[in-house]
């Protein structure tokens, strides 16, 4: 039974002793159950929940990049692939005028973004060699926009 069902039956604090009234309550209702998912979906959940977690760590990585050389008047557009593009000359140029250690900062965390990219693209790979064996994965990839 979700969490989010259970909810609704708790009329009172958050304790225990309601917290199992709430979801004895819950289980008497009709139409709320969860299938029981295999080790096999409950895999591909996790690199799923991995892969999000990571594309997260990139955005605040790559925000805080873009943050950093917006401070020294280096400016480029918006995404990942633009400052992928664009760093390494933004970097060589500044190390004419900046301090040796803040742009060695500034490229390892250039780094730390193009391992973080690596691991996404190594789950992404993942994910799609478990999705070929799946049926129903296949049937979803197979309709027009979706697959």
């Given at each position: 039974m979700p969490g989010?069902?259970?909810?609704?039956?708790?009329i009172?604090?958050?304790?225990?002793?309601?917290d199992a009234?709430?979801?004895?309550?819950?289980?008497?209702?009709p139409g709320k159950a969860v299938a029981v998912k295999t080790e096999a979906q409950q895999a591909m959940l996790s690199l799923h929940r991995i892969r999000?977690?990571?594309?997260?760590?990139?955005?605040?990585q790559t925000n805080?990049?873009?943050?950093?050389?917006?401070?020294?008047g280096e400016v480029m557009g918006k995404g990942y692939a633009s400052l992928v593009r664009s760093v390494p000359d933004i970097?060589?140029?500044l190390s004419e005028r900046l301090p040796a250690v803040?742009?060695?900062s500034l490229h390892e965390q250039l780094s730390e973004i193009n391992r973080i990219d690596k691991r996404i693209t190594d789950i992404e790979y993942k994910i799609r060699e478990l999705s070929k064996d799946d049926p129903a994965v296949q049937a979803i990839s197979e309709i027009p926009g979706v697959g």
């Open positions: 989010e069902y259970v909810k609704a039956f708790n009172r604090n958050k304790n225990d002793t309601a009234q709430a979801i004895w309550r819950s289980v008497q209702q999000s977690q990571l594309m997260k760590f990139r955005l605040m805080e990049l873009h943050g950093l050389l917006a401070e020294y970097l060589s140029r803040l742009i060695n």
